[in-house]
């Protein structure tokens, strides 16, 4: 039956389920802080269902994992440097000329 379902789908229930069992939760208690039934939350894990931006948002938070796990799932190893340059490159010119001075302003308080 798995093999019709999406493979993303499967790769975000995957790491939502490891997260959940990492933290030693329950799935009835991720699903009654987040608001949904367990049985949603069970679907979800088993790459059946795509739950809503927002209910995801809430998952992740209440798991307090870090987006980048379900959005980057290839770099578990990254860096702190490598994160950061992800988000730099994200940032408008004027965000990255404040990046700049902040780093400079923290390098020679030192």
């Known amino acids: 039956m798995s093999e019709n379902r ?3 789908l ?11 069992c990492a933290k030693g939760y329950k ?5 009654e802080q987040v608001g949904i039934t367990k049985r949603f939350l ?14 995801l948002r809430d998952i992740i938070c ?9 959005f980057y799932p290839d770099l ?3 860096t702190d440097a490598q ?9 408008s010119e004027r ?7 902040l780093l400079s302003a923290i390098y020679k308080h030192k």
């Not at 994160?83 to 940032?91: A, D, G, T």
């Open 76 to 78: 578990e190893n990254d």
């Open 42 to 55: 069970s679907a979800i894990e088993n790459g059946e269902k795509r739950p809503k931006y927002e209910t």
């Open 27 to 31: 799935r009835d208690e991720v699903a």
């Open 83 to 91: 994160q950061v340059m992800r988000l730099y490159e994200n940032c």
């Open 62 to 70: 209440c798991l307090g994992i870090s987006a980048d796990q379900i």
């Open 95 to 101: 965000d990255k000329q404040l990046v700049k001075a």
């Open 6 to 8: 999406e493979p993303a």
């Open 10 to 20: 499967l790769e975000l229930g995957r790491i939502l389920h490891d997260a959940r």
